[in-house]
């Protein structure tokens, strides 16, 4: 799909406003960079360069701004590529200063015009709205059994933070589907102006293959129209199969970002 550069950078950038409360607690403007930086994590997918837009003749200027940044902070380098970053050759570029791609990230749009037919939500589905701590305590046990792993808590505080220090600019709002009435499956829905992102998808094991994702995703869909929302956009991994699962629910993959770092640090990269 051809999409413009425009419509690419500004998605982009918004994804980041959108987290600058929970998982980023840093964004810095540079000449032809971006920085996102959290204290939170140290790995690569947390800490990274984006939006490049330089020239091929002073690449090697941009890299040690990269690099310097990265190590003042006590992190690896790492830069997120988009069909919209400059130069042409900036993967070459990079391939040749001892970089590689680590990851090609899907960036999938949902199509609000294809998904206009008439759904009912199965009877022994609900949704609620968190509003009080006792309903992020409902979102975080959720959270916790259906995307377990070794930093969840820290994925969960991060999530409760966005929820309490939002930017003026942000609207975060968190959603549980129950299953006759047990807490089963849950969404993030986070808008920035025309763009609204989706996050922490997941459902506990037991309720999987039940219809709440779908349920949970046209909710969330019907409020980004009635917010005004034009654009409403999920992330995942290329090739793995919530890719074809989002696909189902009416996403398709406009662009893909790829992540570049250093060979050595790909040798050592674990995903928490």
Same mark, same amino acid.
């Given at each position: ?35 996102a930086?959290?204290h ?21 200027q941009?890299i ?61 589905i ?28 820290k ?24 299953y ?37 995703n046209?909710? $969330? $869909? ?17 090739g793995?199969?919530s ?30």
């Amino acid at each position: 799909m051809n999409i413009s550069n425009s419509l690419i950078r500004e998605s982009e950038r918004a994804h980041y406003i959108m987290q600058l409360s929970s998982y980023f607690s840093e964004l810095t403007d540079l000449p032809g960079v971006r920085f996102a930086f959290t204290h939170l994590f140290t790995d690569i997918w947390y800490n990274q360069a984006y939006d490049i837009n330089w020239s091929a003749d002073k690449f090697d200027q941009l890299i040690s701004t990269v690099e310097d940044y990265c190590k003042r902070r006590d992190r690896f380098p790492c830069l997120y590529l988009t069909p919209a970053s400059k130069p042409d050759e900036i993967r070459d570029i990079l391939k040749a200063r001892g970089y590689d791609k680590f990851e090609d990230e899907a960036w999938m749009f949902y199509d609000f015009e294809e998904n206009k037919k008439p759904y009912s939500m199965p009877k022994e589905i609900s949704i609620s709205e968190a509003s009080s701590d006792k309903d992020l305590e409902i979102f975080a046990e959720v959270y916790r059994q259906g995307l377990p792993g070794p930093e969840v808590e820290k994925y969960i505080q991060a999530t409760i933070d966005g929820f309490h220090n939002k930017p003026p600019l942000v609207d975060i709002r968190y959603f549980v589907a129950f299953y006759e009435r047990e807490p089963a499956s849950m969404l993030s829905f986070l808008k920035v102006e025309q763009y609204v992102g989706i996050y922490a998808v997941a459902t506990i094991g037991k309720f999987q293959k039940k219809g709440l994702a779908r349920a949970l995703n046209r909710h $969330a $869909a019907g409020l980004a129209e009635n917010m005004g929302a034009k654009y409403m956009f999920i992330q995942t991994v290329v090739g793995e199969d919530s890719e074809t699962g989002f696909n189902k629910l009416g996403y398709k993959t406009w662009y893909v970002r790829d992540g570049f770092t250093t060979k050595d640090v790909i040798s050592s990269l674990e995903h928490g």
